[in-house]
Structures are given as C-alpha cells and as structure tokens.
C-alpha cells in the first residue's frame, strides 16, 4: 500500500554525506543511493528536502564557497533533471510539481558553519531557497554545538534565530544538544523544527528528543522527521520499534506533529530492512496494518508538514 503523498523532511544525497566532493556529481540520479529519483515510488507524490550537509571540519570562507558550489550544483541539477523535479520553495511549488507528476525538491542547510559566523550569509540563504536551517551538526560551530559537548548557543547563535524566523527559513533543531535547544525555546517566536530526530524515550540516545522537546516543537507549530537510521530506532532495528516512536509520539498528542525525516543516504544502515526510498511506504503499510486510518497516515505522511509550509 503507498501513501497518496509524502514528504520528507531529511536526506545526504545533494552532497553524499560530505565522503567527498559531490559538487560537479549527478547525486540526485546515482543508482548507488539509497535515495535516488528513479527509486522513488511512482504512485506516491513525494516531495524531498535535500540538505547541503557540511562537515565539522569546514569553518570559515570554506564553508561558505562549499554552501555555494553544493547549491550550484542542485541548481544544475534541477535543470539537467527538469523531467523529473522541480525546485520548490512553496507549498504551491509543491502541489504544481506533484500536478505534473514530478518530485517536489526542497533546498536546506545541516550545519550553520555555512554562515562562517556573519550575519549577512542569512540573507543569501534565503536568496538560494534555503527552506529549512539545521543549526549545529554533531560538534561546534560558530551557532552553537551538537550533541558531543554541552556548550550552548554563542551570542551570534541567539542571533541568527530571529534572523532566520523573520525570513521565514525553518529553524532545526536536530542535532543540537539539550542547552542549545532549551535556548531555542526561550528565543524562539515561529515554529521550529526537528527534521530528523526520533524519541529519547524509545530509544535512549542523545540525538533523539526527550518528551518534553516534543512537546515544545508541538506547542510552537512546528513538526518532528520520524528519522530511519537503524542505530537511532532501536537496538535491534525492526519496524516493530520504528512503529514503537510513532506510537510514543503520538501518545504526546502528536498527531499534528510527527512527520518523516529519513535521513536518507545519510546513514549507513536503514531499520525495519529498507534499503532505499521505495522501502519508505512499508512504514506506511505497518501503521494501516496496527489499525491507523487513512486520515491521521495522511497528516504524518504529508499534510502535517503541508500545512506548516
């Protein structure tokens, strides 16, 4: 059974994870992705946010030149591809590229590094498209840091919030620790994000978020990418436990929050045996199989994150 739609909130494929440089690469059609326009199903009308991934360890005018050359890229990509995707940055662009039977492609960031700690880089952010903004990857930046220190937002970083809100690029909180996020929250004054985060509670690891996280990116508007990376589901991976977040979120009331965030070819190993973005809909049939109806699988599937944008 396939979803009418879905979105998806989170991959690597635009970049290839940062395993080298992908910038001159046709990505977005490599068979050897987990996500690659030819697998995506075509009885679903998918829409798919590619993250120009950046690396720790790029800082500065390098960070920078790697956002522009990655952005060039899709650009050229989008046009080599135009049978196919469209670039949207709308939930209209959406709706027309799925009246046309063609992927939706969303532009966004993981890793603020590629602001190099100016403020004016927001500005050509939001020139490029950029629809959602991931503030840390798993070390520091010139934002703040993820998950592998405690250290919370720089004063740049509780700058850059309002600067992103007021033009309208989706602030995401994967990623970012517990003081950075708790920040956010006191900063924040739109909806926010996490586009690829699964529960703390389920599966105890600090990439995922507590209950009372969720609540706040509810209780903002925002929505939460149910994340497929095996090690962030379960210990043992099985769409039994993938099922088990949803059904822990939901419990929080999330039925206007939970979304799908796969993380696609940005992980080594899929749960529940995926292996590629035409796997995706077995979650979809696992939930119908528990008994969900078709209006509530819609909302996580794709109308949650529909309505937000």
């Known amino acids: 059974m396939y ?15 940062g395993k080298g440089d992908a910038s001159k690469s046709d990505t977005l059609e490599d068979p050897a992705k987990v996500l690659s326009l030819s697998a995506i199903p075509q009885q679903t009308h998918w829409a798919q946010f590619y993250a120009v991934f950046t690396p720790d360890q790029i800082r500065g005018q390098g960070a920078i030149d790697y956002f522009a050359a990655n952005r060039a890229n899709f650009d050229r990509q989008m046009e080599k591809f135009a049978d196919r995707v469209i670039p949207c940055r709308t939930a209209g662009d959406m ?11 969303f532009l966004t960031v993981e890793n603020g590094s590629v602001l190099a700690g100016r403020m004016d880089q927001v500005d050509v952010m939001a020139r490029a498209g950029v629809k959602a903004f991931t503030l840390t990857w798993n070390g ?107 059904e822990h979120f939901l419990a929080l009331d999330g039925e206007k929050t939970l979304c799908i965030g796969g993380d696609l070819d940005g992980c080594e190993a899929l749960a529940a045996g995926m292996n590629g973005a035409e796997d995706v809909p077995q979650l979809y049939e696992a939930l119908e199989k528990r008994g969900y109806g078709k209006a509530l699988l819609e909302d996580i599937f794709w109308n949650n994150l529909r309505r937000l944008l």
């Open 3 to 17: 979803p009418y739609a879905l979105i998806d909130l989170h991959c690597d494929t635009l970049t290839d994870c």
């Open 95 to 105: 709706e027309r590229a799925w009246a046309e039977g063609k992927t939706a492609a």
């Open 140 to 246: 520091e930046n010139e934002i703040g840091s993820g998950h592998v220190t405690g250290h919370g937002l720089s004063p740049f970083g509780r700058a850059v919030i309002p600067a992103l809100e007021e033009r309208r690029i989706l602030v995401d909180v994967s990623h970012l620790n517990d003081t950075g996020f708790r920040q956010v929250l006191d900063i924040a004054r739109r909806p926010f994000v996490a586009t690829h985060s699964n529960a703390r509670a389920v599966c105890p690891h600090r990439r995922n978020l507590t209950d009372d996280m969720f609540r706040a990116i509810r209780d903002s508007g925002g929505v939460v990418g149910l994340n497929l990376y095996r090690p962030f589901v379960g210990p043992a991976g099985t769409m039994e436990e993938l099922v088990a977040h949803v």
